[in-house]
């Protein structure tokens, strides 16, 4: 078993595409098949899903993309690791017997990946060291926490037979390196090969990001077939390279340019990437194009991982508010700012608001509102949104129905009111020494 | 002769987001160019072209065998996706406020 491992990456996000998944499934002749679909907002609304309803708070695609792929990869020998577990991944398991019996799948082991939800853990007196205080000091209801776990956790579960593998907060990376560690023996401290195994998962953990995903900018970076766009493979070898490349028949592309890209993604220092496994050291990196939708990366490497691992603390953020209101045709800029101006005003003065409030200008100045960005001319079609934070319901449903009233008492031509009220979330890091999150797994079968 | 180019002719960008901070990898199309850029677009000029939505430092790390540049942003998105009005929480369109920087080219 020392030839390369095929895996493929089914979802990078949780409310990603399912046909490519399906295509990978059913074409991909893959080892695995990782579908990483958990962030900190989704995690935080699994928590609050759970305490209304004991079984749910895991990923609400977790149904679907099974019913859709898992017949498929279990027919073909490959396996599922997935993180859709999110904030319940022991109801997630009994949802995926569910699938089993519903698609007549017999015989399949799932093994569950539990102890990342370290919310009984969290204490008043829990320092958040990037926030310079202690939970106490939020002053904001606790939603929940739950610590990175990385291939440690996973390995016992690849040690049995299971073709499905769910977990919560398993890091992205890890479930790849997990699966690599499990094929070919790399030991926990073997540094430089536990980074090769993170850069393989750091570059597949975002789905089409890395096979011409998020890279179109036509007329300087085309991309053939985007509309289809196929999800990302990775041949990787025992000594840590790996090849990225998409099945022959899918649309977008692997380049050496798509591939760099998603390198440093969301990586500060390319010398210290950290995980729950190793500090990745992605900075000697070399990257060598093998034809067609076919790249090459080698000379990742690691130093000793971090001695605790990192905990997202969630807490209730209260409510978003968004109204929003066009204006169209000779000075509608003019007519927009008025009908901004009228908006704060009278939440100021009327309804009492005193939080912050944006004003945007969608189609003049609106994502760059800070840079000297999209001043465009007078007379054009702009989209006026006013936005806030609120912990009362009552001030954020003022912002909605103070632009909704601009139809017949602000300026003219106004058209097309749209309001929503959004619950939000707010995260802070807290870390935990590894012995106070011990993991464990549980089987079961279909 | 020289020539002032936007760098999105010569170049091309991702960003991305952890918390308030922002990264933006910048990377240069032609490696002959890769000069340039490197003493052009340095970390205080991009402090200074982001203006005031970068409220702390801007750091860049350097990729020269790969021909690309890493700029960290910090206490530069408003207080993170979690916190922000802006529609962009997480300052994924910043890259092409990158990419809108002049670059002097021989």
């Not at chain 1, 606790?142 to 398993?170: K, Q, V």
């Not at chain 1, 890890?174 to 699966?179: E, G, K």
Request: with cysteine; hydrophobic share 40%.
């Amino acid at each position: 078993m020392t030839g390369p491992m095929r895996i493929g990456c089914g979802a990078g996000f949780s409310a990603d595409r399912l046909d490519p998944a399906v295509d990978l499934a059913r074409d991909g002749e893959l080892d695995a098949l990782v579908f990483e679909c958990v962030g900190e907002r989704t995690l935080a609304f699994g928590h609050r899903d759970r305490r209304a309803d004991p079984a749910k708070g895991y990923n609400s695609l977790l149904e679907t993309r099974l019913r859709a792929v898992w017949p498929l990869t279990a027919a073909n020998g490959c396996r599922i690791v997935t993180n859709m577990g999110a904030a319940n991944p022991e109801a997630a398991g009994r949802a995926a017997l569910g699938v089993a019996r519903n698609a007549g799948l017999e015989g399949q082991i799932v093994a569950l990946v539990l102890g990342d939800d370290v919310t009984d853990r969290i204490t008043p007196d829990t320092p958040l060291p990037h926030s310079g205080c202690t939970v106490g000091d939020i002053d904001r209801t606790l939603i929940g926490a739950n610590a990175y776990i990385g291939a440690d956790a996973i390995l016992p579960a690849l040690e049995t037979d299971a073709s499905l593998i769910i977990g919560g907060r398993l890091a992205d990376p890890s479930m790849f390196l997990a699966l690599l560690r499990h094929r070919f023996g790399w030991s926990a401290d073997d540094w430089a090969l536990l980074g090769a195994g993170i850069l393989t998962g750091h570059l597949m953990e975002c789905g089409a990001q890395i096979t011409g995903g998020y890279f179109a900018d036509p007329g300087h970076k085309d991309v053939p077939d985007l509309a289809f766009v196929g999800y990302p493979i990775a041949e990787v070898a025992a000594d840590g390279s790996v090849t990225i490349t998409k099945l022959p028949q899918a649309g977008g592309m692997v380049t050496m340019a798509t591939v760099k890209e998603q390198l440093l993604y969301e990586v500060h220092d390319p010398a210290s990437y950290l995980t729950p496994d190793v500090t990745a050291d992605f900075s000697a990196v070399q990257i060598i194009g093998q034809g067609k939708d076919r790249v090459g990366l080698s000379g990742a490497s690691g130093t000793l991982r971090p001695d605790r691992l990192k905990v997202t603390v969630a807490f209730d953020g209260g409510l978003l508010a968004e109204g929003e209101i066009s204006y169209a045709g000779r000075g509608a800029v003019d007519r927009a700012r008025l009908a901004a101006e009228i908006t704060e005003t009278r939440l100021r003065r009327v309804h009492g608001v005193t939080e912050d409030l944006r004003c945007d200008l969608i189609g003049v100045r609106s994502l760059h509102a800070h840079a000297d960005y999209g001043t465009g001319g007078a007379d054009t079609d702009v989209r006026l949104r006013v936005a806030g934070r609120f912990r009362d319901r009552e001030r954020a449903e003022a912002v909605l129905w103070e632009v909704e009233s601009l139809l017949c008492a602000g300026p003219a031509g106004g058209g097309g009111f749209r309001g929503r009220i959004t619950p939000s979330i707010v995260t802070h890091d807290a870390f935990l020494p590894r012995a106070d999150v011990p993991t464990r797994v549980e089987v079961l079968r279909t | 002769m020289s020539r002032t180019a936007p760098l999105r002719e010569i170049a091309h960008a991702r960003a991305g987001d952890k918390g308030d901070t922002s990264n933006i990898s910048l990377w240069v199309k032609d490696p002959a160019d890769f000069e340039a850029v490197r003493l052009q677009i340095t970390a205080e000029a991009v402090r200074q072209h982001f203006g005031s939505q970068v409220q702390g430092t801007v750091t860049r790390h350097e990729m020269p065998h790969l021909h690309g540049l890493n700029f960290i942003m910090t206490s530069a998105l408003d207080g993170g996706v979690n916190g922000s009005l802006n529609l962009d929480g997480h300052g994924k369109s910043w890259s092409f406020i990158l990419l809108d920087m002049p670059v002097e080219l021989d």
